[in-house]
Each structure stands twice: as structure tokens, then as C-alpha cells.
């Protein structure tokens, strides 16, 4: 028997799993050493060994030799020679931005990598973003900005020894459970919790204080906190005076935001909003913990930034237990934006727009700066827009599964339709993949080999089972992207023969860049030092905690922000009176592609209707009865009543992860897109009405998920 340690496949906290192998199967259990499990599994966790005999895991290519017809399976020659074939013609009919390539937070490191060096020397194209447009932007953009990296400033160290431990806009207890235990450590210890969101959820009954905010009215309240923590006198002078800039233009903004105004907002009481703020600021040690609650809206990078003001104006970072921790939602929500999949960034977080930038990376890469193409001209948020106005011809999804997990579901299905190559990089067949005229199996859960960078920043390695215990017909994702290079006219520049020479020329890639990662070694990542970036010639063992000294700015100060924080694009009115939200499940993740099928979490339906019993009662609807929700633009979706008090009597709730024909975001417009190009979609505004009632059967799985969500 032998033992495999590698992180688990789904949510950003990669907790360890060491997995039991022998000929005649495998176990999963925890890896005592996770400094963030500490040992421990979710529910996710403990059944991720499914996804390797998953139902829709795909053994072999895909082709679909014409639209008509159905995908049957094929050789991994005939499959790379086909789309080779298509994108070679595409690109000389359209030109080469006539092909998106469309990446994933799911890819390791290295394929991260790799993939926008294929998109930008192989295809040519410039057209090149990935699904964390929908996750991370907001919170990076405003990182950025204020603080000089889009990284967050501690570790779950720093959540254990905390004092106070402010949570906007995330239901840890579903989306990351295991990040639960750090916050259990802190309370253990005598820390305040204070939770902000519109759902009463697991962590919320376990705070403090619980403000059930209206959605989309985060930013605002954040302002009013800063304005009373102002006329509070509980700004910490010293460190405002020495380490920022800009307080004085931001303490004007405020001024316009007193908690008595932004209540009418929020729905929260002024003397709430004045407690909160004074216990975050006159605690010695205070933390900023967020997610895509507050981020996902047009207004997300002025929300965030304004919640980043709170934590400057109080000192509350660069010291133990303290800090601002971006909730990154994928595996490698963190590696998957650093590494060049990012429209306009190369990798090392790099802008591709700066010169000397473009020539570090040229230098490495072996071609003339000038080859590199530009930044792209769409972000993933705008491609399928794109698609239908016939600006993309040939579409490549890597690891990703936008029919599902983009707005718009219905724009996304018309885009697909109107493409003319689809190709399709995943080991599932997602619904995606269902809609490509290739699909390529590469990768995956136990097939992977490489690094994937945490929610903590830490590089992780990820390591593959043994080859017998492997999926059929499985490849790295790194070489299906070399043969497809040389297939395309460019194998010189992949050369590659292992996973870590990819790692190696990565870290030349990014040396000296924002996101450093040149000052390790695979070695000594693979041999278990699973450090921090930035890991620079000076500091080899990672950087844990950011901003100790300084911030990463030429003159070492953070800056303030004056972003004027804006409500939702649609608000409620007489016709559509109430919020819908989504988010995660605990027994799910992301579209549910993976998590659906596998027998030890679909016992769950995702497709519910969480409504408050007043208003409930209000509009005749009984618990496990069917609910017609419409949106604004008319689009109509019948979901499963789930009554519960854990919820704002103006707001309903449907997880993310439903299927094709109830997907929440068929509910979800596209809309004005953030500064950041992320899409508003936690939010929209909706219509109720009952309609009859389900069969007994029906009842009775909707008491299940009584029991499972409220235990």
C-alpha cells in the first residue's frame, strides 16, 4: 500500500487529504499536518475520491464531427488534429482574436502558466480571461490599489489569535466549513464575531453580532462605520500619520455617511452600526475577513475598498491577529490570477500594458516583446456578449464550466449555438462540454501534478495517484497544450518534459514581478515547504504576514480610498419586491458539475427556494411547494419552496449549484459590470407566486434538506 498527500479538489482552503492506495482501491482521510484542517474533512472532502470513478468523467476525446451530431468518442490524435485543424482555420479566416480562450481557478500553477503563454504565442490571440473574472476581481482590483498586492495580508494563524473578527459577505460554514475551526479557535479563546449578511447562516448563530444587511448595501455601511469610528475618536493616529495617505480627502467622503442615513439603507440601527465600529477599532487585534457577498455587484471593488478603509483608519494590520483575508472561492482562485490568464495581466500578476514588464516576460519566453500580443479586448464577463455580436469566432474552455456558472444563462446557451469550434479541455463532461464539437480529458483530481496557491497564499503541491489507479486515458493538461503547439507551428517555445521544468520557467517568469514566486524551489515545495508569496532571494521561506514594515509601494504607504459606494443596479419595487442572492451549499461546489453526480452529497437538491415564513404566508406558499420566481426581463424559473426564519423577510436565497434547466443564473442578467469587470450577479430582483403543490415524495426529500441545512 502505498500513501499519496495532496489537497482536496474543490474549495480555496486546499485542505490536505492523504489518500490509502493500494491495487484493490483507495481511502481518504485528513492530513494531520494542514495548518488550516488541522486534520479534519468536510463532507466534500471526505467523498472527493468519487470524482475519480465520477459518472461523467470522460475516458477518452470527444468529437462531434458536425453540430448535428453527437459527441462520440476518438483517438487523442484525431482529437488534437482536429482542433488544431479548426483553430488554424478560424484564425486565417477572422484572424487570431477571432479565438477567446476562456481559463479556469481550478488549473494548477503550472497550467495556469502555461495556458496564457499558449493563448498568446500559439494561438496568437489576445482574447484570453478566466472564470475568477466572476470571484476574485473586485477584491484584487481594490488590494491593489490600496495596499500595492492582490494578495490578502495574513493567514488563519492570524484568524486563531484575533481578538475581534469582522465576516462580510461570506457563509464560511458552507463554502469553506473547515475554515470554521480557525474561527471556533478564536472564540475559544474570547474573540467577538461579527457576521454581516442577509442570511442567518450556521456562522451567523454563532456570532455575536449578526447584521442581516439588504443586500447590496455593504459599501454603505462600511462608510458609516468609518464616519463613526471618526467621531468616536478611535482613529489610530499614529499609524495613519506614518504608514498612508490620503486620510484627509477619505475623512471628507465620510463625513457624508453618518449611521443615523445609512441605516435607511442597510436596514441596520444606527447604535448597531456604532457598537460594531467601536469594537473593531478599540480592540488590540481586529480582522477583516470577506467573500463574494459584498463583491459581486457593480459596486463590489468601492465596497471592498471602503471596508479596506476601516481596517487602515483603525491600524488593524500588519501585526499578529490582525489584517484583511480576501475568502478566495475556487482551488486556485489565487495561482489562477497571478499567472497570466488574466486579459491584462502576464504572469507574476505583471500589467501587460508596461513595457519592461512585456520584456521580462518576452526575455523568457525566448521571443521579441513585441510578439506579445496587447491586453484583450474582453473580459470573461463580456465573451459570450462577444460571441453573439460575432467578434469570437472559436471559443477554448479550460477547467471551466460557463454555461452554468456565468449570468445570463440563456445569452451563454445562444453563444455556444453560435460559435463555430467549441473545444473543450476538462476530465467531466460538464454541461460545457456537452456543447463542444471536441472535448480533450486532460487533468483533473489525481491526475494533476504541480502547485496550486492557496487562500493563505501558501504553494501547495499537488501530487497525482499511482498510474493504475488513474482514470483511463489520463494526460497532464500540460500535454495536450504542447501537442496542440506542435500541431500549431510553435513547439519550440514548449519544450517541456516535466511538470516542474514548467514550474522553473514560471518562476523566471515572475521573478522580480508583484507575485514573485523565484525564491523557492520545486524541490523543497514537493519535499513539503509549503511557503508564502512573495518568495523573493529574500526571503526564501515565504512572507506569512504582509505590511509588517511596509506597504508595496515605492514609498511604503497604503492609500486610502474616496470610491463612492453605490446601491444594486436593480432595486426592489412593486412589481419585483423582493432580493434574490445566491451562493454555496455545504454538500456542493460551484455549478455542482462534479458534486451532483457523486452519491454521497447529491442526496441533497440544490434546487430550493429559501423564504421567510411571513413572507411565506403572505403569498399562500407552503414549505416544499413549487415557487415560479421571475425576474425583471420576464425570465421565469419554478423552484422548490424552503421555508426557514434564517432569512430577510424581503429577500429569498438559491444556491449556485442547480442544473441546467433550474441554473439560478438564467434569473441573473449580465448588467453594468464593476471597475473591476466582474458581472453583478449575487443579486437581482424578483416575483413570487405559488403554484400547486409537489407530490409527498416531493415533500418529503424537501424534509431532508430541512434537517441537513439546519443541523
Known amino acids: 500500500m502505498s500513501t499519496v498527500y495532496t489537497p482536496c479538489p474543490f474549495c480555496a482552503l486546499q485542505c490536505g487529504v492523504t489518500i490509502k492506495q493500494s491495487p484493490k482501491g483507495q481511502r481518504i482521510v485528513g492530513n494531520p499536518h494542514d495548518p488550516i484542517s488541522e486534520g479534519h474533512l ?118 486563531r489569535q484575533t481578538e475581534t473578527l469582522l465576516i462580510v459577505g461570506s457563509n464560511l460554514s458552507d463554502a469553506h466549513p473547515m ?82 442615513v445609512v441605516s435607511l439603507l442597510t436596514g441596520i440601527s444606527p447604535k448597531i452600526i456604532e457598537t460594531i465600529s467601536r469594537v473593531f477599532a478599540a480592540s488590540s487585534r481586529s480582522m477583516l475577513l470577506h467573500g463574494r457577498g459584498m463583491e459581486q455587484y457593480q459596486h463590489g471593488v468601492e465596497a471592498v475598498s471602503a471596508f479596506l478603509n476601516v481596517v487602515l483608519v483603525t491600524g488593524q494590520i500588519g501585526r499578529p491577529g490582525t489584517g484583511a483575508v480576501m475568502l478566495t472561492g475556487q482551488a486556485n482562485g489565487q495561482g489562477g490570477r497571478e499567472l497570466g490568464q488574466k486579459s491584462d495581466q502576464l504572469p507574476g500578476s505583471r500589467p501587460i500594458t ?44 479550460v477547467g471551466a464550466n460557463p454555461l452554468l456558472s456565468a449570468p445570463d444563462t440563456s445569452e451563454v446557451h445562444r453563444a455556444m449555438k453560435n460559435l463555430e469550434f467549441l473545444v473543450v479541455i476538462d476530465p467531466i463532461l460538464t454541461e460545457t462540454a456537452q456543447e463542444a464539437d471536441v472535448v480533450v480529458p486532460a487533468g483533473g483530481f489525481g491526475v494533476a501534478e504541480g502547485t496550486i496557491t492557496n487562500v493563505e497564499a501558501r504553494i501547495v503541491p499537488v501530487f497525482p495517484l499511482s498510474s493504475h489507479l488513474q482514470p483511463l486515458n489520463s494526460w497532464q493538461d500540460w500535454q495536450a ?10 513547439a519550440e517555445y514548449f519544450p517541456y518534459q516535466t511538470t516542474q521544468e514548467i514550474f522553473e520557467e514560471m518562476q523566471k517568469a515572475t521573478q522580480g514581478a508583484p507575485s514573485d514566486y523565484s525564491g523557492t524551489s520545486w524541490e523543497r515545495i514537493m519535499a513539503g515547504q509549503i511557503a508564502h508569496w512573495p518568495l523573493t532571494k529574500d526571503a526564501p521561506l515565504g512572507t506569512p504576514r504582509l505590511y509588517e514594515t511596509a506597504f508595496a509601494f515605492p514609498d511604503g504607504k497604503a492609500r486610502f480610498s474616496t470610491l463612492v459606494p453605490g446601491p444594486a443596479t436593480e432595486l426592489t419595487n412593486s412589481e419585483y419586491p423582493f432580493h434574490l442572492i445566491t451562493g454555496r451549499l455545504g454538500a456542493h461546489y460551484n455549478s455542482g458539475a462534479q458534486t451532483r453526480f457523486m452519491p454521497a452529497l447529491k442526496k441533497i437538491p440544490p434546487n430550493t427556494l429559501s423564504i421567510h415564513p411571513k413572507t411565506a404566508q403572505q403569498l399562500a406558499i407552503s414549505d416544499g411547494s413549487p415557487v415560479r420566481v421571475t425576474n425583471s426581463h420576464g425570465t421565469s424559473l419554478t423552484l422548490t419552496a424552503h421555508i426557514t426564519q434564517d432569512i430577510r423577510q424581503d429577500t429569498v436565497f438559491v444556491s449556485m449549484h442547480n442544473e441546467l434547466d433550474t441554473a439560478v443564473n438564467h434569473l441573473i442578467p449580465l448588467g453594468p459590470l464593476s471597475l473591476s469587470g466582474m458581472p453583478e450577479f449575487k443579486h437581482t430582483v424578483v416575483s413570487l407566486s405559488p403554484l400547486q403543490s409537489l407530490s409527498e415524495e416531493a415533500s418529503t426529500i424537501i424534509e431532508d434538506v430541512d434537517l441537513e441545512i439546519t443541523l
Request: proline residues 6%; aromatic residues 8%.
Open 42 to 159: 468536510c463532507r466534500k472532502g471526505l467523498a472527493s475520491l468519487e470524482v475519480l470513478n465520477h459518472p461523467q468523467r470522460i475516458e477518452a476525446p470527444l468529437l462531434r464531427p458536425h453540430r448535428k451530431h453527437p459527441l462520440t468518442p476518438t483517438s487523442w490524435t484525431t482529437a488534437l488534429d482536429a482542433i488544431a485543424e479548426r483553430l488554424q482555420s478560424i484564425k486565417k479566416n477572422w484572424g487570431p482574436d477571432s479565438i477567446a480562450v476562456y481559463g479556469s481557478g481550478a488549473l494548477t500553477n503550472e497550467t495556469a502558466y502555461l495556458l496564457g503563454k499558449f493563448a498568446r504565442l500559439a494561438l496568437g490571440t489576445r482574447e484570453i480571461d478566466y472564470n475568477g473574472r466572476f470571484c476574485m476581481s473586485s477584491a484584487a482590483k481594490a488590494y491593489i490599489t490600496m495596499l500595492g498586492l492582490d494578495r490578502p495580508t495574513g493567514t488563519f494563524e492570524d484568524i
Open 179 to 260: 475554515a470554521m475551526r480557525a474561527i471556533q479557535h478564536a472564540k475559544t479563546r474570547g474573540a467577538t464575531i461579527i457576521v454581516i449578511d442577509p442570511r442567518r447562516t450556521r456562522l451567523a448563530k454563532s456570532a455575536d453580532y449578526h447584521l442581516a444587511i439588504r443586500p447590496g448595501t455593504d459599501g454603505f455601511l462600511a462608510w458609516a462605520m468609518m464616519h463613526s469610528i471618526i467621531q468616536q475618536n478611535l482613529v489610530n493616529h499614529d499609524f495613519v500619520a506614518n504608514r498612508t495617505r490620503g486620510f484627509e480627502e477619505m475623512a471628507q467622503q465620510a463625513r457624508h455617511y453618518s449611521p443615523h
Open 354 to 397: 508596461d513595457p519592461s514588464h512585456r520584456q521580462a516576460v518576452a526575455r523568457v519566453w525566448g521571443v521579441d516583446p513585441q510578439s506579445i500580443p496587447p491586453a484583450g479586448r474582453f473580459t470573461a464577463s463580456e465573451f459570450f456578449p462577444a460571441i453573439n455580436r460575432g467578434d469570437i469566432k472559436a471559443l477554448m474552455v
Open 481 to 490: 497544450f504542447q501537442e496542440l503547439a506542435k500541431r500549431l507551428g510553435c
